[in-house]
């Protein structure tokens, strides 16, 4: 079982940023590819970005792309999303997910790909 922990959310004001975190703990992190979130009020968990487990590859949802970036650090077992030019339509809680992998090149954009998820953490733009 993995257990996850995000951190970094809060309240920003638009053209800002904040950087997020999430802490995984229970495996090896370096075999969990990791991804990132996002779920406003009304609206269905939309994919923000994902990075394999080693690093090496990351992708972006369009809304977010040249904006945000995602990053890992396999030796302090935490996944980072930075977020710059944050918008009012970035308010959301923002989860972090993991899957065990033995690919190192593969990474995921589907929320059924993943087996593990943090609690989330709420981001709010305001205008």
């Known amino acids: 079982q993995v257990q996850m922990v995000e951190s970094g959310g809060g309240l920003v004001q638009a053209g800002g940023s904040l950087r997020l975190s999430c802490a995984a703990s229970g495996r090896t992190f370096s075999s969990l590819a990791m991804g990132w979130f996002r779920q406003a009020p009304g609206k269905e968990r939309e994919f923000v970005a994902n990075i394999n487990r080693i690093g090496g590859g990351t992708d972006y949802g369009d809304s977010v792309k040249g904006r945000f970036t995602i990053s890992r650090d396999n030796a302090k077992n935490t996944v980072y999303l930075q977020m710059n030019s944050l918008k009012p339509e970035d308010t959301a809680v923002y989860y972090c997910?993991?899957?065990?992998?033995?690919?190192?090149?593969?990474?995921?954009?589907?929320?059924?790909?993943?087996?593990?998820w943090g609690q989330g953490t709420q981001v709010t733009v305001s205008s």
């Open positions: 997910a993991a899957r065990g992998t033995t690919s190192s090149s593969r990474s995921y954009y589907v929320e059924a790909e993943y087996n593990y």
